[in-house]
């Protein structure tokens, strides 16, 4: 059987960048033209299998990315295991607030933390301000991951995850104490066979 | 019939087959012709099938649904489920001969034209590794039969072919149903008593806790209401009881015991004294209203006294039910052996029956319970008899090696039903103990464990109240159960408790004897070892005691050797004998006495005796347990839907604007359900470590469940109280704060909640006061001050008070005696934050109300200090200065800005207490310094709340102030 691995994933940056979007691309592969600013944090899930067929669920939260909010960060960013910080290649003033972020979870987020810079909003290129060099030049300096992408065309967004899934430690198994408690929903497809025979058959005339 | 089916399922099960059957008994026990073949026995024989579209698959499952005689079609349950999997079979055969003959006299309704009057015998059998269990059904539609074959026989071809994939976790929605049997008995009482919210997973933002498990706690606890409300039929029934509770000491019945039997409208006064100092006792006045309307929501403080007059006629009409506890019914060590005799008891009957006089006629004993010396005797009105039911008793020992009964208790539990027309009321379950704890001032940690320990053990059989349509039932073993004491929807504890004062004997009985009479009674009672075991959780937690208004019950002394009170002269006077109860929020209880009966002498305890009245909402059983499955299937299986829950806020924030000291400002927040699936959520903190909000912020209802498109509305509330303002005085004026609504399974939404501080001379040291530049309010930073050097001697806030009732106030009762207005006193708060002038009485009005207000201010003021003005280290020394010589040279030890507020205000009370009183005044010059050192000696020598230091005699204090007044 192939191994799986379930690990805490954070989305920051500033607001408008597309952060949520990039979350729904890649849990839904949709997009929403006029999306309603995130005024708390989204909780979603999704997984990822490896060529080695290692499956990788990512745990996301997708967090506010208004100033207000942003004291309650550290609360979602706590325990994780990679962080996405998303710019908009649009916007140079985005690049510098995730610059903010990213030196905030080298500070205080866990050590080990997978850290990717994110550039969004390739499909309006056209109107760049954050130029290819200076983003990659900035991650190779720190260690991070780095790459662009389009919640709207869906360019890139997978890689991103994917290039996330692959550098992270998958030798042992993450620490728990991130990770939410499974639901039943999330395991349905997992049923214990043991088990079933006696017991739901003990519920039988149990009314 | 089938659309009926249809309808109850839910939208993810489609029904393939549907027939009428009957049910016979199953095989295993007895043969076919003991059967009936009346409507109790039809049913309805259905197959479902479940998709499962995520793998694309298909479960099947048969259900034997019936419906209660009387009832419309769309009022199934499920009686039984069969999955059918690999255990699952059935065969078909024609019917026996016997049954047949039984069929005929119910043949004409059963069969239509063009159906075979064949009777089949359908046998499902389901195999289990320990047992076969199986259903044998009779039909003669034949044709509708050979569909339900035809499915059944599909439905085990899919699993046969998956079976690995079989899970069928979606019957457990049609099996939970068992989960209403919480109905059968009421739910622990220590249960729904707490906030929901406590008995969720621990959670915060960004770690949601164990949602699934939230869900269902949430789910379980909002069906159980809503179905309550649904069947709620909207009268409801008033019961009355008199408790009571007397240590008999012995005795044999020698004197008339109709004052404490017979209400009267005396009783229900003497509760409702109220002591003429109530309100400007500190203790009032700061109370945090945000606590009491959180604790009267969860019902623990259902005990209110009914003042208004339409009431005292509920006061002094018949009780119906009477419930008196004795203790010390016989004190020979012979009972302690034997205990069989009901001699005593006998004579007990009879002298309550007598004291009853006139109206004793229309009584007769329900029922009674004894334990050597403990005795519980319940009389029930004659015409209320056939209401009362299901009586059970319950004993144990407590005393010598924890068994022996000469303590210990004894306990009833019997159901309330009211009359009804054409519905089955549900009942209510009322308990009642009699205990005797140990005795001794010393040993209350052993009556708090006396108390856990009854708790646990006195436990009541139960025959569950069986259905008497369900054949399923009849098939198992009766069920017995025992259930416990805190299984009733009312319990009453009438009991010699032994809780004793944690005072001196001398202060006991001097404040007893102080005037006004019983004025110190309040006082007394903050030293009451149960009061405190309550406050403090240990023993009692929960219970409602109403106010005690009565001079304690013990002990009274028959010899020579008593006080001026009569009570014995050996035994600290104690409330020894308590009447307490607890109940579910479904109960309205209202107490209307609780007192003493000093008439009654014969024992060295006095007895004591307390009304009150229930009101119970009339609530149809059987409704309310459709409704409760009805619900059950709407609100199953949330946690597993592939949709996420989605709410709407609005507002997003809260802005409280200018947010003052003791203001509550209210403000709603509305949540609502714009998802497809139910929703459950619930506020959580940002971190584990932290509240769900500031001390000066408060959310209710914390967590709700909202069904689609439902909406329900939130009340936040801003309240600052002393411990807040003491925070908030030395922080940025800012009030910034972020909830944190989670949902279940979903997301975290962020409210806003903004306020601007308005500062005050509240909740300050006396040393921050004394060096503010100005006003507080023109304060530009909260590290505003003045140097130590230029500091005034003590703080003007205080001084302008006082002054203030220096040159206005002529008679001291004017301090007291005036109505409290609240927007008097908040004017004048305003103005000693903003240094403005105190308003003045216009001419030809009254000046008592404002006097009584500035007066009360200056106690709040004082008391809202974040150290009382003498050091709780000083307190000890105090209590020692014998003369007002050595009293004015201990003013050397205390710090200086203390000196001057303890001079300022001596003087002025001083002053007072030398002013001329009116010639008609009933007060002499003693009491009001006396008075006014009850008021002010507690909140200057306030007790240390770190608990460094240990509180002193509260008589002590106050001579300590006389010094200096007197």
Known sequence: MSKQFQFKLVLLGESAVGKSSLVLRFVKDQFDDYRESTIGAAFLTQTVTLEDQTTVKFEIWDTAGQ?????????????????????????????????????????????????ALCGNKLDLSARRQVTEEEASKYADEEGLLWSETSAKTGEGVNAIFNAIAKKLPLTAPPSARGARAAAPGTTRQNVDLNRQPTARGGEACNC | ????????????????????????????????????????????????????????????????????????????????????????????????????????????????????????????????????????LITRDTRKLQSFTAECRRLKGIFTRNEFDADFSWLSLYTQESSLKSFSSPIDLRTVNIPLHTRLSPASAGLPGDDAADISIVRENWIYNKAVEEASIGSSARLLIRTGTFNVNGKMPSQDLSPWLRPTKRDSEKSGWISPLKSISPLDILSNPIDEQVTSSLGASSATLAHASSNNNANISDPDLLVLGFQELDLSTEALLYATSTVKEDAWVEAILAGLGERGILYEKLASKQLVGMLIIAIAKKARLSCFGDIRFSAAGAGIMGIMGNKGATAIRMSYTPLAQEISPSPTVLTFVNAHLAAFDEMVERRNSDFHDLSRRLVFDQTDELDSNSYANIASETSRRTVGLFESDVLFWMVHLNYRIDLADGDVRELLASSPGASNIPLLLKYDQLKTAIASGKAFAGFSEHAITHMPSYRYASNTSEDSLRYDRKRKPAWTDRILHMSAPSVRVTQHSYCTHPQIT????????????????????????????????????????????????????????????????????????????????????????????????????VVGLLRPGELSTTTVTVFVDNSSASRLNLAPPRLDFTLILHTALGKDYFISVTGEYQYTCFANKLTRLTRLPGPVRTMKSPNDRIHARQSVNAPREIMTLINWLMTHVTDPNDLFNGPLEESICMNIRECLDTGDQFPFPQSGEERGPLATAIASILVQLLDSLVDPVVPPYLHARCLQMTSRDEAFELLDEFPPESVNVWISLTAFLHYMALQKLPSQSSTDQADIAERLATVFAPVLLRDDSTGLHTPVSPIGKRKFLLHFIG
């Open chain 1, 67 to 115: 100033e207000r909010y942003k004291s309650l960060a550290p609360m979602y960013y706590r325990n994780a295991n990679c962080a996405v910080v998303v710019y908009d290649i649009t916007q140079t003033a985005s690049l510098e607030k995730a610059k903010t972020w990213i030196r905030e979870l080298q500070r205080q987020a866990d050590p080990s933390i997978v850290i």
């Open chain 2, 1 to 136: 019939m089938e659309a009926a089916v249809q309808s109850f399922l839910r939208s993810s099960e489609d029904l393939k087959a549907a027939l009428e059957v009957e049910v016979t008994q199953p095989q295993e026990h007895g043969d076919l012709s003991s059967s009936s073949t009346d409507d109790r026995s039809r049913r309805i024989l259905a197959v479902v099938s479940h998709r499962m579209d995520y793998v694309g698959g298909e479960e099947g499952s048969v259900l034997i649904l019936k419906r209660p005689p009387g009832h419309s079609i769309e009022d199934l349950s499920v009686e039984v489920v069969y999955p059918i999997s690999g255990s699952f079979s059935f065969s078909v055969a024609q019917a026996r001969r016997t049954t047949l003959d039984l069929r005929a006299s119910v043949g004409e309704t059963g069969a239509t034209l063009g159906q075979s009057r064949t009777e089949l015998t359908l046998t499902i059998k389901y195999e289990l590794a320990t047992e076969i269990r199986s259903h044998t």
């Open chain 2, 602 to 701: 014969m024992s060295d305890h006095r007895p004591v005796s307390a009304d009150f009245e229930l009101n119970v909402s009339t609530i149809d059983k059987q409704r309310r347990e459709l409704a409760a499955s009805k619900l059950y299937r709407e609100l199953w299986g949330v946690e597993q839907s592939s949709n996420t829950p989605k709410i709407k806020l609005q507002p997003m924030t809260l802005d409280f604007g200018k947010v003052y000291y003791r203001r509550l400002i209210r403000q709603t927040l509305s949540i609502q359900n714009d998802g497809q699936i139910p929703c459950v959520y619930r506020f959580v903190a940002a971190d584990a470590e932290q509240a769900i909000c500031p001390q000066w912020l408060k959310i209710d209802p």
